[in-house]
């Protein structure tokens, strides 16, 4: 194989395009089907091996994770655009339903491929002794350790429920992961359909005792589930997981953005439902109960023949295990600030400072506020907060 040399080889000899290639919509990406160009460039470096295990496993998750955030914020305002008739093209010449067509048949690939390298994955974890459990592997151990775990730790914010005409379907929140079930009573042979909803503060995996072993909460629930149905039998079940419309519409023009805003959000709350995946092989009388219920059509459904709910495997990247992890990175602190003893005041009185971020540590930002804060001089801070996170120091 030959390698091409792009510093020394002459250019191409020119080569005259045709009209539509200069000034017609061919000659833009579409943004959407370019976002999902760039999350197959994230999922590719969970394939990488030249990239550390668990960081392939991090990049696994992000590309799930940014696959419902497009899907609750960008494709859910392309689905209203042609639910409502919209057939005006972008610039580059795909109607909203042509874009979704294309979107949903790139995403449905996306998630397959998704599958394929968490099979891989996770026997490349198990060489490495982290290991993902099924029921029948516990050992006896285990399931004391997991009985004690599941009524303590588990079964006190669980709210199990029949779906009958006596019991409404729950809402279910967006990114909310549900087990459903199809039982039948052991006394009378009486069946009945009923859903768990597993609260989102409940982590996903459940750690074993010993070196790196973990249970899926959904194998814990099916496990227990003589405590959570007395009397009742598992006849089948399924696990799915719901994404809503999320697409923030403010009328800028109001009288009160405040309250615009907040409306705004309560709304978003509630949005309709755009996407569900279940797991292949669903009861079909549940799976009809459960679309019925959400008002999923079809097309908005994705069967998921493996794991349902690919960002939580964040959770198996584990600390101790550093020998798996890229080498920590230490940023720098400006020079300049280290001159000056530490005092943000006194840096930047000398010279304008630009951070660039990761390189230089971002507490240069908060030791910056928190001199501000403490100084009588200081009037008010003014600033904007983009994605804090729930521990932030600001």
């Known amino acids: 194989m030959t390698q091409a040399d792009f510093l020394k080889a002459p250019f191409p000899a020119a080569k005259e395009l045709p009209p539509q290639e200069i000034t017609g919509p061919r000659r833009f990406f579409n943004r959407e089907l370019s976002w999902l160009a760039f999350n197959w460039r994230v999922l590719d470096e969970s394939r990488n091996p030249r990239v550390p295990l668990l960081e392939r496993v991090r990049f696994l998750s992000i590309s799930a994770t940014n696959l419902d955030e497009f899907y609750t914020v960008r494709v859910a305002g392309l689905r209203q655009l042609a639910r409502a008739g919209n057939a005006l093209p972008s610039d580059d010449g795909l109607a909203p339903a042509d874009q979704l067509k294309q979107i949903n048949e790139d995403a449905r690939r996306l998630l397959a491929v998704q599958q394929q390298v968490w099979n891989r994955l996770k026997k490349e974890l198990e060489a490495q002794r982290i290991t993902l459990l099924t029921r029948p592997k516990l050992t006896r151990r285990d399931e004391t350790f997991l009985e004690d775990y599941f009524l303590n730790q588990v079964f006190p914010v669980l709210s199990p429920l029949a779906i009958d005409p006596a019991h409404p379907f729950p809402f279910i929140p967006n990114t909310g992961f549900c087990l459903a079930m199809e039982l039948e009573r052991a006394t009378d042979g009486r069946r009945m359909q009923a859903l768990l909803p597993i609260p989102q503060q409940i982590r996903r995996f459940v750690a074993l005792p010993g070196e790196a072993r973990f249970l899926p909460m959904e194998e814990l629930l099916l496990l227990h589930l003589g405590s959570l149905f007395p009397g009742y039998r598992d006849v089948g079940h399924c696990s799915f997981r719901v994404l809503r ?48 219920e959400l008002g999923v059509l079809p097309d908005e459904v994705v069967e998921v023949k493996g794991m349902v709910g690919m960002a939580d495997v964040k959770e198996l990247i584990l600390d101790s295990r550093r020998d798996l992890l890229w080498p920590p990175f230490t940023p720098r ?29 971002f507490d240069m930002v908060i030791r910056f506020l928190d001199q501000a804060a403490h100084d009588p001089n200081v009037l008010a801070i003014k600033q904007t907060l983009y994605r804090t996170s729930q521990d932030s120091p600001i």
Not at 248 to 263: G, I, K, M, S
């Open 245 to 292: 419309d999320s697409d923030l519409e403010v009328e800028e023009e109001a009288e009160d953005l405040v309250r615009e805003f907040e409306t705004a959000l309560k709304r978003r709350r509630r949005g309709q439902v755009i996407r569900m995946k279940i797991t292949s092989g669903a009861p079909e009388g549940l799976r009809a109960l459960i679309m019925e």
């Open 333 to 361: 602190v400006p020079e300049r600030v280290q001159d000056h003893e530490g005092n943000m005041f006194a840096a930047i009185r000398k010279k304008d400072m630009l951070l660039h971020h990761p390189y230089e540590t």
